[in-house]
């Protein structure tokens, strides 16, 4: 009983320790991709604010909801959002199956790397797309072709998997949000199965916190084994409007904290801040065409109008990724 | 830094003594409302099982997926499920502003008492009756009329708050679950938001842990503060066949142990059984005339016929209310 007791208090006595080093390197300076600029500054702030036990700012952990779009907030989005050029090189792979898309729109054009004319017929070709490279596949085989894809498939201007286009400050945010209790969430208008495959490796978000489009789903039985089919109907677009019912439906908490980059991402940003105590609101804004793009009110991607407008009349945090971000991309490619 | 040295070695101590006196309070009998039946033996086998660091079953903590359904499987569902008996309510609280009410069906049986009448007109009846008692309030005012009706309202055979029907047998298996690093959810036909009111107090389960059947939602701007109006359509049902899609789409892992009580579960154990390793698939059964209720093939609230047959050629776990529960609701009431 003696030695029992004696491995009880080292334990304990390692686990303390253990606790301490990690404050210890916590405290170091969790956001070095960060410029010491107002951004950094009212990130940390916010989050002293809320976490500071006996503060009328204290916000306990369960409610404690971040919620992050993913293109262009999370990772790039040009010159086209990564998941539509997942779309494009599924249709060329498909192309040997469909001898029809030779002379069929908007498949003949994307078939000539024609993708400007492909997307003239608007919102119905992109479905189009969509529909033919992201249906009458189980959520198995669709989850296996996605991964096998951003395995492989390289941005043509940076040369980088897509996954390494993920914003490297944001990845930091990410890490420290979650080390003071709060839960990441994606709410993005991606689709929810394509960003589900990578979302836990990179960004640390497991299945059950994303929140995206859906697409309806048929339950089969396969020779006696349950599948579900990805059926080419959509179910729920998660953009704009359809943000703060995202939310709504698969969260259930109004975020205190929530982080965009365009005019899709303005609903969730006022829907996070309209919430009671404590919030904290936050615009990417792409200024940087050297190390990444500059875009914003003309971008027919990522258009960020509005949203600029309203975040300077609300005094939300906008971060200028050439001013606020020592770096854009991580540094060793994964 | 003595001192200091001194209260650290203090506080480890005693996380290590509290850690201890939890481990051996788990110990004692995490399961003390089970008999030791056959199902009982069977939930300690299975979570051991796939706990254990090194054996061939070990699930990592993040896919240990447990969903739940609700009604008739953590709380009562006699003699209608608990949701229409507020909708019920609702429509006599509402009479004074409907008086055309008195002479249109369903309404005006409802309003006489005669709720078999109001049925009569099937599907289309009861839809009409949630929508004119769900929709047309903002997401906030519903929590708050569902709040108000649980903390009041009671069943007209137990004399008992709703919230106090739930089964103590299962409150102590979600809790043995959680400590053994699982992720409980609900996965139920019922309304996401009306679950999400009590789910988390009673249950333990936050509302984004939350999947039920959806209405659709409109975000609006009130005088500049947003909104979510819950409107009379329906956007998702989640029982059936919608179970595996509704698990698909808000959860986004396959669970390795599923919990149901009716046919209407069927489709989710199927799933839950069909993925690899070790899986646990179990049926409550309503065997307990006195002390609940005792139906199963013939009822039309809760039927369990097709699946009783599937587990027993499945070998999955049904539980005998009347022979495995030594308690079915909580001693005290909350």
Same mark, same amino acid.
């Given at each position: 009983m003696k030695t029992r007791h004696a491995q009880n208090l080292l334990v304990a006595v390692l686990?303390?320790?253990?606790?301490?080093?990690?404050?210890?390197?916590?405290?170091?300076?969790?956001?070095?991709?960060?410029?010491?600029t107002a951004p950094k500054k009212a990130i940390v702030a916010f989050v002293e604010r809320v *976490?500071?036990?006996?503060?009328?700012?204290?916000? %306990? !952990?369960?409610?404690?909801?971040a919620t992050f779009d993913n293109d262009g907030t999370l990772w790039a989005e040009q010159p086209l959002y990564f998941q539509f050029l997942f779309a494009i090189d599924r249709v060329k792979a498909l192309a040997p199956q469909h001898p029809e898309w030779k002379t069929k729109e908007p498949f003949a054009s994307l078939l000539k790397g024609d993708t400007k004319t492909a997307l003239t017929g608007g919102e119905h070709a992109f479905l189009e797309i969509v529909a033919a490279t992201h249906s009458n596949l189980t959520t198995e085989e669709f989850d296996r072709i996605v991964k096998e894809w951003l395995a492989t498939a390289k941005h043509a201007k940076t040369g980088r998997l897509y996954t390494e286009m993920v914003y490297q400050p944001m990845l930091e945010l990410l890490a420290y949000l979650r080390a003071n209790?709060?839960?990441?969430?994606?709410?993005?208008?991606?689709?929810?199965?394509?960003?589900? *495959?990578?979302?836990?490796?990179?960004?640390?978000? %497991? !299945?059950?916190?994303?929140?995206?489009?859906?697409?309806?789903?048929?339950?089969?039985?396969?020779?006696?084994?349950?599948?579900?089919?990805?059926?080419?109907?959509?179910?729920?677009?998660?953009?704009?409007?359809g943000k703060p019912v995202g939310i709504q439906m698969n969260i259930g908490h109004r975020p205190i904290a929530a982080f965009g980059n365009s005019d899709g991402d303005l609903q969730m940003l006022q829907w996070a801040a309209a919430g009671s105590g404590a919030r904290f609101c936050l615009?990417?804004?792409?200024?940087?065409?050297?190390?990444?793009?500059?875009?914003?009110?003309?971008?027919?991607?990522?258009?960020l109008d509005k949203g600029l407008d309203e975040a300077k009349a609300k005094g939300w945090t906008v971060v200028s990724m050439k001013d606020d971000w020592k770096t854009i991309f991580p540094t060793s490619k994964n």
């Open positions: 686990i303390g320790a253990l606790a301490l080093a990690a404050t210890v390197a916590q405290a170091d300076d969790p956001l070095p991709s960060w410029n010491d *976490t500071k036990e006996g503060s009328s700012d204290f916000v %306990p !952990p369960n409610e404690r909801i209790g709060f839960k990441t969430f994606i709410v993005s208008g991606g689709g929810v199965e394509f960003m589900r *495959t990578f979302a836990d490796k990179i960004y640390g978000i %497991p !299945p059950e916190q994303v929140v995206g489009s859906t697409g309806k789903l048929k339950f089969d039985l396969r020779d006696g084994t349950p599948v579900l089919v990805k059926l080419p109907e959509v179910q729920f677009i998660d953009d704009k409007d615009y990417v804004h792409h200024t940087d065409a050297e190390r990444e793009w500059a875009y914003d009110r003309n971008s027919s991607i990522g258009r």
